[in-house]
Each structure stands twice: as structure tokens, then as C-alpha cells.
């Protein structure tokens, strides 16, 4: 199983979001919030468009959980 | 022993738990704790459902420790 | 050697205690400490049952270090 | 598919704001902000160079995300 | 190169300050500062005895830095 | 690539900072900041000798980022 299987269900699960264009926050190690769309995501990162549509690349090790918004 | 092997007490008793619908508290990284079932777990990550069934998908790196409530 | 090489003095201690049923206390990333009992350990966690029997797993990557209590 | 596989958009990303010297911002996992022109990449490291044209070499681990400005 | 490689400076010194009882003062990621003499090493810790000759095991992920004493 | 590559560009500035003797300064995942001179570096650590040519041992992944000194 590679890094980025994309048969794993948290590799599926971010590309749906993606797909589905579904607005998500995501809790940092540094403690703070990030919310937007998922732009894109490789092994190392998940990139992310704010409502201005700027991007943001976080990496993975960065991120402690993925919420999508409701 | 591959990353996500199967016999490893670890995965096994996560497994169980998804299994029993065990409700689990997650300490995290940042401090904060996360209450709910899990959902699904894979390589990368644990699925947590929350009382209104909304999930969190938890990065197994920002995991401190899982404690089953009684 | 694997990462779960029973050899290494750091596994087999643990392993020890586990068999003595010695108390231990875990100091953790959060700064949080964690007193008990080791129940199991496998390449991913340290399971510990607290004076109430009841089972915290704990991810290596979260233990600072181990001491054993006199 | 190596840790710095120039294929993958993260890698790519940075080798275009070292092109375009664009501007961008890296949070660090202390919460320190760092501002400046990616000078250049490696496995490990990003190189920053300040408006002094002073250079900063800090550890992918190290960083959370980097943000181009506008 | 394996993780554990006696030829490293970095293993070989701690392997001289085992040797010669060198008393030492360890950082850790939580920020605390822990004394004493080291023990033992392996892949995975590092063990230190205090001066009640008490062992605390001590991850190396958890380690910042350390300082042998004058 | 192995993961201490002498001709990957982190490495060899370190190299070229030993053979300079130049003062530099790092930013660990603490917080802290350490000065001094390159000693010497291998897989795990880089070693730092500050004014009074007391050696500190700092692991890689406690450190956020390096700065040499003007």
C-alpha cells in the first residue's frame, strides 16, 4: 500500500469533497481553523480555497482532523 | 508487519469498536478531546461520528490516545 | 530490524513491566501524564488500564517517555 | 513515487513561486509567521529569502502551510 | 545507512557519554529538561538514570536536544 | 535518495556553514532559539558549539528552521 493509495478511504474521502466542491474546516497542530473548499491534495499536501478563492497548501502533518461543514 | 496490519492489537480493537458502536473519547495534539463512534479507520486516519452522526476525520498523527467510555 | 524488534532494550522493558504488572506513569506530548498498568503493546501503541481497569491506547508518537514508578 | 517527486502539485507549486519570485507566507508549527521569496527546495528544506535578501532554511516538518500573497 | 548506525557521531557520542557516566540534560518537545546519566540506547529511546538511580525511558521523537554537563 | 544526501542543497549548506565556522541560529519546536557554530551534522542531529565551546546535540526534527548570522 503506497503513501497515497487512493483506494484508502481518507484519500476517497478528501477527492469526494473535492468532486463535490463541499465546504470543510480543518483543525491545525498550531491549534487554528482553516475553512474552505478542497482544491486539490497529493501525498505530502491538501491545498485550500477560501472564500476569495486564495489558496492555502497545508501539509498533511499539519493537520490534526478534517470537518466537513454541514 | 505492514503499516495497517490487521493483527495488530491496535487496528484490531479499533475494529471492535466500530463493530460494538463503542462510544470513544480521542485526546488530540492540540489538547482537545473528540467524543463519538468511530466510523472507519484506515491507514491514515480514524472516522469519528458525533452525536448528530456529522463526521471528523482524525489524522492518526494528531492522536494522543483513544479511551473507550464505560 | 523492524520497527517491533522484541531485541531492542526499549520493547523488551516494556515488555518486562508488562509481566510484573509494574506501575508506570507515561508523560505525554500534550504535557499530560498517564499513570497505570501496561496491558499490551504492539508497533503503534502502549495500551495502560488505570486503577479502575479501564483501557487508555496510547500512540508512541505521543509518549515523551516512560518511568517506572518505584 | 519518491518523497520529492516533481510530478506531485505540492512539489511543482513551489518550483513556481521560486520562478515567478512570488511573495508567500509559511506558519510554522511554533505559530511563528514567516514572510519572503522561496530562494529554493530540497527533500527536507524550503529556503527563504527575506526583504534583506537574508536567508532562512526551515524544515518541511517544521512548516504547517505557506500561503502565496496576492 | 540503517536508523541505528554506531557510526553515526550522533549514536557514537551518546554511546562515550554512556561509557564515561557523563551526566547530561535532556529537552523535550513538552519543554521540560530532564538530568542525569544515560543508560542505555536503542532505535527507538534513550534511557536515563537520575541521581536516585531511577530509569526514565525516554522516546526519541521526544527529544529536542542534549547537553552533556561540564 | 538516501535520506543524508551530501548533494541535496539543506545538506550542503550545513556543510558549507561548518567549514565557514559561521555563526548561525536555530529556531527549535519549543520555542527556543540556539546560537552558535556548526560542529558537526549526520542523519538525526546537527551539533552546535556555542561561545564557551559547549556542544549541544539537536535532533532534526526538533528543529523549525536555521538562520546564519550576518
Known sequence: MSDFD??????????NFIKDKH???????????LAGKI?????????????YDKQTIVWRHGIVYLKPKS
Chains 1, 2, 3, 4, 5, 6 share one sequence.
Open 6 to 15: 487512493t483506494n484508502l478511504p481518507s484519500i476517497r474521502q478528501v477527492q
Open 23 to 33: 465546504e470543510i474546516e480543518l483543525k491545525l497542530v498550531t491549534g487554528d481553523l
Open 39 to 51: 482544491f486539490w491534495q497529493d501525498k505530502h499536501c491538501i491545498s485550500i480555497l477560501d472564500h
